[in-house]
């Protein structure tokens, strides 16, 4: 039971590059979220999806972009990366909102930006 | 646009005492999630409250709801050291779920 797969764990970029985080799901959730978690802080929301081929800006998307092409997979673009982007990344997902399902998260994807 | 605030943000206490820690939000919400994660790992869930008056418990932990106040609690009875760890609250407001800044808990021996 994979649950809610993100990859790479750890990775370090060069100021300027780009790169995508992958999250796959196998629980057929309609829900997911990208969070990023600075150090001793909070989980603020990027982006989210409802469904296949919707998304939507959460609380700091500025600099990320995302797709959602099925169910399974909810991808995380980071253009042109910068120091303030050096950050955990958690990507999650649940059934739905409605139904006040349990969220499950992943194991975290740690950036560093130099 | 929703605010979730917890307090206190850091709280040592010594075992086998007990404590509580607040959550507050500033939006009608029908959905508040208790979260606990331990240092260099993911968020394990503890609770989900769905309706007003909803208590839930697990062991040493027990949270409620007051949806009217806007108040979640997470109530910690006689500590013990296992439960030294960052616990967050979390709303659903529309689609999006909101975190607090979490509550880091030290359990002292």
């Known amino acids: 039971n994979a649950g809610v797969t993100q990859t790479p764990k750890f990775r370090i970029l060069k100021i300027g590059q780009s790169m995508t985080l992958q999250c796959a799901q196998d629980?057929?959730?309609?829900?997911m979220y990208w969070y990023r978690q600075d150090p001793g802080m909070g989980l603020k929301l990027i982006y989210y999806?409802?469904?296949?081929?919707?998304?939507d800006k959460g609380e700091v998307p500025n600099g990320y972009n995302v797709s959602r092409s099925t169910t399974e997979d909810f991808p995380l673009r980071l253009e042109l990366a910068a120091p303030s982007q050096t950050s955990v990344y958690f990507c999650?997902?649940?059934?739905?909102?409605?139904?006040?399902?349990?969220?499950?998260f992943g194991e975290g994807s740690w950036l560093t930006v130099v | 646009e929703l605010k979730v605030e917890q307090n206190p943000l850091f709280l040592s206490m010594q075992e086998g005492k007990n404590y509580t820690i607040y959550c507050n939000y500033s939006?009608?919400?029908?959905?508040l999630y208790w979260y606990r994660q331990d240092p260099g790992k993911s968020l394990e869930s503890l609770f989900v409250?769905?309706?007003?008056?909803a208590v839930k418990q697990e062991g040493r932990l027990m949270a409620s709801l007051d949806t009217k106040a806007r108040l979640s609690t997470l109530h910690i009875t006689a500590a013990v050291h296992d439960l030294s760890a960052t616990y967050f609250c979390?709303?659903?407001?529309?689609?999006?779920?909101?975190f607090g800044k979490g509550t880091r808990l030290h359990i002292l021996p």
């Open positions: 979390a709303v659903g407001y529309d689609d999006k779920i909101i």
């Open positions: 939006t009608t919400s029908d959905r």
């Open positions: 629980m057929n959730h309609n829900y």
């Open positions: 409250l769905l309706s007003n008056g």
């Open positions: 999806s409802v469904g296949a081929g919707i998304t």
């Open positions: 999650a997902s649940s059934y739905g909102q409605g139904s006040g399902n349990t969220i499950y």
